[in-house]
Structures are given as C-alpha cells and as structure tokens.
C-alpha cells in the first residue's frame, strides 16, 4: 500500500520562528490534507489541496501541493504556543480507484513552541 | 453544521469482552469513515460507507470487528471479544463528496478504548 513519509518526525522552536515540515511518498495522490491533532482529541483540518502546484493559505499557515502529485510542505509563520500539537499530512488517490476518497496518513510531526 | 461526534469518549474493558461504538456524522454528508489510531501513528483506515452501503473494508478489520450504517446517517463499529492489541483510538470521520465535489474528511474526537 501507499506510503507518506513525514518530516521531521518533532521540532521544537521558539515562539515567533518559522516552521516547515513536509511530506513524501512513492504513490501519486489527488488531494493532499494536512490535520492538526491535540492531545486526546480527532485531527482537525487545516489546508485541502487539490491540485498539483496549488499553493493555499490559512491564516498563519500555507501549504502546497508539489507539481510532481508525490509530495507537499506545510508552512507555519510567526509560531505562538497554540501551535503546539502534531501535524499531519493525507493523501488521496484518484476518485477512477476504488480507495477513492480514502486517506493515507503520515505519522505526523510534533511541534512544540517555547514561549 | 454541529460536526461529527462520536461516543463513548473513552472506554476501558477487560479482555473477551464486546464494545461498541456510535459516530453521528455531519448531518447529510453521506459518506461515513472509520480510522484506528495507534500511540506515535497516524490514523489506519478501517472501513467507509457511502450512505447505508459499507464500500471498502481494510485488512486491518479482523472478524471480530464490524461495523453497520443501517439508516445512512448514524454507524456503529463493534468489536468482540477484545483484545490487548485492540487498545487504540478509533476515529470516526465524515465528507459530502456529492455536494462539494471533494472528499474531504472532517473528523470525530475519537473514541479511545483501553483492553486490559
């Protein structure tokens, strides 16, 4: 099956630095995802990305859909400590397969921001 | 939209017994999914409906595991006869492709059961 590989598995940084981590995988994808989980709680969604090249913003946050369909980053700018939480990316396939619709998940990466 | 939930919130069993677990999807997206997560892992497909149709079903979904959609709206996931390797969180998820022309899953809080 498909897998992604996500990067870097934590990072801790200083509350108003720049984060970037990001996403690989040997399988095409039609859609990326990226999910933000706190502890004990669902993922929640951030960025959908739907086509290759996109480049999406929410808020803070930027995401881009790699034009080769294998790979995305996500951008987290001026961090604060509600960032703290672990990221994570999903791909899709193409809705002509039969997994159409589902997600693939990297392993997230753990973000922790120092005040 | 109030947003999928998911009950119980957690729950604690002994081996050999059954659990079961309800999701209430976001009211008229008619495709329902269910997701295992693991302590350091992302979320493992399990299994989707498309309204009352269960569509797909992971190798991940042994026999003791089974989940229904009987309605279309609400799904219960059951699991007999637990076992320790059964302790995870299971995630609940749910999209309107029909109506957004996207698949895009908006998650439950989870259920996280624990088998001692």
């Known amino acids: 099956g498909q897998q992604l590989n996500q990067s870097p598995q934590s990072m801790f940084i200083q509350e108003g630095e720049d984060v970037s981590m990001n996403c690989t995988s040997s399988?095409?994808?039609?859609?990326w995802l990226w999910y933000k989980q706190d502890p004990g709680e669902g993922p929640v969604l951030l960025i959908a990305?739907?086509?290759?090249?996109e480049l999406t913003s929410n808020g803070r946050l930027t995401a881009q859909f790699g034009i080769t369909r294998k790979d995305s980053f996500l951008n987290i700018s001026a961090s604060i400590p509600s960032d703290v939480g672990i990221y994570f990316c999903?791909?899709?396939?193409?809705?002509?397969?039969?997994?159409?619709?589902?997600?693939?998940f990297g392993d997230g990466t753990t973000l922790t921001v120092k005040p | 939209d109030t947003g999928v939930s998911q009950n119980p919130r957690h729950k604690i069993t002994k081996r050999g017994q059954n659990v079961t677990f309800r999701c209430d999807p976001i009211?008229?997206?008619?495709?329902l999914y269910w997701y295992r997560q693991t302590l350091g892992q992302g979320p493992e497909f399990l299994t989707y409906?498309?309204?009352?149709?269960?569509?797909?079903k992971s190798r991940l979904l042994s026999d003791r595991f089974s989940a229904e959609r009987p309605k279309g709206s609400f799904s219960t996931l059951e699991i007999q006869r637990t076992e320790q390797g059964d302790s995870a969180m299971y995630l609940c998820?749910?999209?309107?492709?029909?109506?957004?022309?996207?698949?895009?899953?908006?998650f439950g809080p989870g259920t996280r059961l624990t088998v001692l």
């Open positions: 998820a749910s999209s309107s492709p029909a109506r957004t022309s996207t698949d895009t899953q908006y």
């Open positions: 399988s095409i994808f039609n859609t």
């Open positions: 990305l739907y086509k290759a090249g």
């Open positions: 999903a791909g899709q396939l193409l809705p002509s397969n039969t997994n159409a619709g589902k997600s693939t």
């Open positions: 009211s008229e997206h008619n495709r």
């Open positions: 409906f498309q309204n009352e149709a269960q569509l797909e």
